[in-house]
């Protein structure tokens, strides 16, 4: 992967689709347009644009009249979702996730003692663990629920908690050098995965952890401190994995 930042990776990938007729396209973003659009001729044009508000979908892809959103991401350490901390204890409330649990995730988040943040003593993660890891086993046995983890990513990566609509597709990589999965493709890595064991609170591949620590209580970023961040670290490898398993085993990604 090159340096170029998000946001001009997605105009890369507007300046490659916007105003080409699908036939104009390389292999692999024709067969992503065509998955898209699977009735539409050959000849149809293709409009392309990013999203400007701050939702899910990075691209707007439009064919006569329908339109389209994909998600793209690059690098490593793919952050897919942040939010107030208080939105994600209501999210976990309407779960029915136990109160002993969500206290002690807030434990978790804060890490100082506390469960508002005002504790004197910041703890990195690698420290809270060594003290606290059956508690965080305790929250993720109940996160790991089929029924949770079906909402989880609809909130997180498909629709996030201020858009009507899903993501169709997510791009990985750069518009000269990318892969491409479908929103089902994404719900069967999820459900694939969801019993996978991490010493971190997670939903499936997807880490829970503060926005930012502020361990060296630095004013700047402290706000941070009151923001869950959920990152997809393994999307390159769960991205590839599923991919091999569509073309060799079709049957082992048809998870109910």
């Known amino acids: 992967m090159s340096s170029i930042n998000g946001y001009d990776n997605e105009y890369e990938f507007v300046k490659k689709i916007n105003g080409k007729l699908i036939c104009e396209l390389d292999p692999m973003t024709y067969d992503l347009i065509k998955y898209l659009y699977p009735k539409e001729s050959e000849n149809s044009i293709i409009r392309c644009w990013r999203n400007h508000y701050f939702q899910k979908s990075d691209l707007l892809i439009k064919v006569n009249g329908q339109i389209k959103g994909v998600s793209i991401k690059k690098g490593s350490k ?112 999820f459900l694939r995965k969801f019993k996978d064991y991490s010493s971190s609170i997670h939903f499936g591949p997807l880490i829970v952890q503060p926005k930012n620590r502020c361990l060296n209580n630095n004013l700047l970023y402290n706000k941070d401190r009151y923001c869950v961040q959920l990152k997809w670290y393994s999307l390159f490898d769960d991205i590839i994995e599923q991919l091999y398993l569509k073309e060799t085993k079709p049957s082992a990604i048809n998870v109910s």
């Open 78 to 189: 793919n952050s897919v979702h942040v939010e107030a901390i208080s939105e994600f204890i209501h999210f976990l409330i309407e779960n029915h996730i136990s109160r002993e649990s969500v206290i002690e995730f807030l434990k978790y988040h804060y890490a100082d003692g506390t469960t508002n943040g005002k504790g004197q003593v910041r703890l990195s993660s690698k420290e809270y663990k060594k003290d606290h890891q059956p508690q965080m086993d305790k929250i993720n046995q109940e996160l790991q629920n089929k029924n949770i983890i079906k909402k989880a990513v609809e909130r997180f990566v498909l629709k996030g908690n201020n858009s009507f609509y899903s993501i169709s597709a997510l791009i990985y990589g750069e518009a000269n050098d990318f892969l491409w999965i479908t929103k089902e493709d994404i719900i069967d890595i």
